[in-house]
Structure formats: C-alpha cells, structure tokens
C-alpha cells in the first residue's frame, strides 16, 4: 500500500504521520514522499512499516520513489 492511500483511510494528516516518526520529520518531506519526489530512508522506511503494523512496507516505501520505477 502507499503511504498516502494510509493515511486517507486512516485519516491521518501528513504532519501527523511526520511527528510520529524519530527523529520526527516534516509535513513537507512526508509530502515529498507521497509524491515520489524523494526517496524514503531505510531508516525511516522500517519505521513506516513498523507504524502502519505492516500496511506500508519496506518495499512499498522503495517503489514509492517514482526515479526507482522510471
């Protein structure tokens, strides 16, 4: 699943989504994400998938990066 088909269902603002990671991230680079503008950390990846109990993967987060698919 993508990050931002999550928080729609889970009605979960971008900004949030940012503060529940750590280090915290902005509305912004959440955003960027969303878009496929920038790519997700490991880091952070493994948090999203730890956050959304499995909803959004590793792998997800990676094919988000709209570069990686191009």
């Known amino acids: 699943m993508r990050l931002d088909e999550y928080l729609a269902q889970n009605k979960l603002s971008q900004a949030e989504f940012g ?4 280090p915290s991230v ?3 680079l959440v955003s960027q994400w969303c878009r496929g503008d920038t790519r997700i950390t490991l880091d ?3 948090q999203i ?3 959304t109990a499995g909803q959004v993967t ?3 987060c990676h094919a988000m990066y709209s570069r990686e698919a191009a």
């Open 19 to 22: 503060e529940k990671l750590h």
């Open 58 to 60: 590793v792998r997800d």
């Open 49 to 51: 998938e730890e956050l």
């Open 26 to 28: 902005t509305q912004g």
């Open 44 to 46: 952070n990846a493994i």
